[in-house]
């Protein structure tokens, strides 16, 4: 048994995933999982996941033998009335970190947040995209994780998740069947870096060589923006950027 099968909203996570949500999951998406003997049976790991739906951090938790911390949007936690009080419930009792995203010290927040998960031994899940992709393309990849890797010296574990923008496409108000494959790929060490932790070059070709393992893990066409940026641009505007194919791929391994 893990270490982490304890501790803060142990027994909520597990009873949901097994009793009260995890049966409806399988029968709504049949998931399956490829490469679960790559995820470590103890001590601290970054899973590294494209984003694809909500529902990634319902199916990737749903089917990995260990438990995972995402650190998860802070509106979950704040939000009103009946909702907001259940959404505020259900994250803290299945023990999901709240962060700020919105204020000056948000990255720093976020990068304390992932550091004493992976302190405490657990698994860490992160969207490397920092959100979900406006059209099933794996969009430019953030620095945070990287940035976590090198100072924590834990292994980097790329997550392909498959299907679950059919489930639940962005604006559905309920999920629909549709198979869901979970793909793991073998730990990327970048220990080669030790004592380079917060340089921004380092940082960026470290991020870029999860991001070519993600893409080759799901088959994703791979845009060079960050998907928020598109996401953020008038209508109009987000549909003309979507023609173009990336003029470039994230670079395959950071020497």
Request: net charge positive; charged share 20%; proline share 7%.
């Amino acid at each position: 048994m893990s270490t982490d099968d304890f501790g803060k909203g142990a027994m909520w996570y597990w009873l949901f995933k097994y009793i009260f949500l995890g049966p409806i999951l399988l029968v709504l998406g049949r998931p399956t999982i490829e490469g679960a003997e790559h995820i470590p049976t103890n001590g601290p790991a970054i899973l590294a996941s494209n984003h694809q739906a909500v529902m990634d951090s319902f199916y990737l938790p749903l089917k990995s033998p260990r438990r995972i911390t995402f650190l998860a949007k802070s509106e979950y936690f704040t939000g009103t009335g009946l909702k907001g009080r259940f959404q505020r419930w259900f994250f803290s009792a299945v023990g999901q970190v709240p962060i700020d995203r919105t204020g000056a010290d948000a990255a720093q927040d976020a990068l304390n947040a992932g550091m004493k998960v992976l302190g405490d031994g657990k698994l860490l899940g992160i969207y490397p995209e920092g959100t979900r992709s406006p059209d099933g393309r794996l969009y430019k990849g953030k620095t945070g994780m990287a940035r976590m890797a090198l100072q924590s010296g834990v292994p980097v574990i790329p997550v392909a998740m498959i299907g679950t923008d059919k489930l639940n496409p962005i604006g559905s108000r309920f999920p629909r069947p549709a198979k869901i494959v979970i793909k793991i790929g073998e730990p990327i060490d970048f220990s080669r870096f030790n004592g380079m932790g917060g340089n921004r070059f380092v940082e960026r070709a470290v991020t870029d060589e999860v991001m070519y393992k993600l893409m080759a893990l799901s088959g994703q066409e791979y845009v060079d923006i960050y998907a928020a940026t598109l996401k953020n641009k008038p209508a109009e505007t987000a549909t003309a950027a979507q023609a173009p194919v990336a003029d470039r791929i994230p670079d395959t391994r950071a020497s």
